[in-house]
T-cell receptor, first 112, second 112 residues
Framework: DAKTTQPPSMDCAEGRAANLPCNHS???????VYWYRQIHSQGPQYIIHGLKNNETNEMASLIITEDRKSSTLILPHATLRDTAVYYC?????????????FGKGTRLHILP | DTAVSQTPKYLVTQMGNDKSIKCEQN?????MYWYKQDSKKFLKIMFS???????INETVPNRFSPKSPDKAHLNLHINSLELGDSAVYFC???????????FGPGTRLTVT
């Protein structure tokens, strides 16, 4: 079972920031938070990951609370192409025996 | 250049047939995976290989047999296909078995 809880769907206006929440209250000290997304009919796409510090890359920002029990993925200026299912996942970073367990994710609709 | 490629993209076949799906990655990663996404869109890991060694083998019927001729290739052979095998199969790769995985475009298998 997935170790994370996400809202099933969200809407965001094009050009606005999309903030996707994720709860992971049972996260272990050595587990990272990963975000992926899956655009319709495509393979999942890695977005970003972090341990406890906030992270930013060219796609998104990841804000992790101090107690690490929740996080938020931020797409700063959402476009129609950001419409996808977004998955929040926790796992140990470099452990080949650990699995990525995909939950149901959040279906993000970007509205024109 | 495509990082993770799969062939074929679509595969339609009859029950009882044997088929193979091929996967290749040119990222230099040492770990490769097969995932299955069913009609309800749940994405689940099936197998992982690290440097040609089987690492993860989920509860998958033994009709499914992965083969890794080298660390850049991971093929999936399926014997005696059943209707329930209809799904989209994704190949992925990662460096060091980490959580940052890169997925192929998927192979949509339809068993009639």
């Amino acid at each position: 079972d997935a170790k994370t809880t996400q809202p099933p769907s969200m809407d965001c206006a094009e050009g606005r920031a999309a903030n996707l929440p994720c709860n992971h209250s049972t996260i272990s000290g050595n587990e990272y938070v990963y975000w992926y997304r899956q655009i319709h009919s495509q393979g999942p796409q890695y977005i970003i990951h972090g341990l406890k510090n906030n992270e930013t890359n060219e796609m998104a920002s990841l804000i992790i609370t101090e107690d690490r029990k929740s996080s938020t993925l931020i797409l700063p200026h959402a476009t129609l192409r950001d419409t996808a299912v977004y998955y929040c996942i926790v796992r140990v970073a470099l452990n080949r025996d650990d699995k990525i367990i995909f939950g149901k994710g959040t279906r993000l609709h970007i509205l024109p | 250049d495509t990082a993770v490629s799969q062939t074929p993209k679509y595969l339609v076949t009859q029950m009882g047939n044997d088929k193979s799906i091929k996967c290749e990655q040119n990222l230099g990663h040492d770990t490769m995976y097969w995932y299955k996404q069913d009609s309800k869109k749940f994405l689940k890991i099936m197998f992982s290989y690290n440097n040609k060694e089987l690492i993860i083998n989920e509860t998958v019927p033994n009709r499914f047999s992965p083969k890794s001729p080298d660390k850049a290739h991971l093929n999936l052979h399926i014997n005696s296909l059943e209707l329930g095998d209809s799904a989209v199969y994704f190949c992925a790769s990662s460096p060091g078995g980490g959580g940052e995985q890169y997925f192929g475009p998927g192979t949509r298998l339809t068993v009639t």
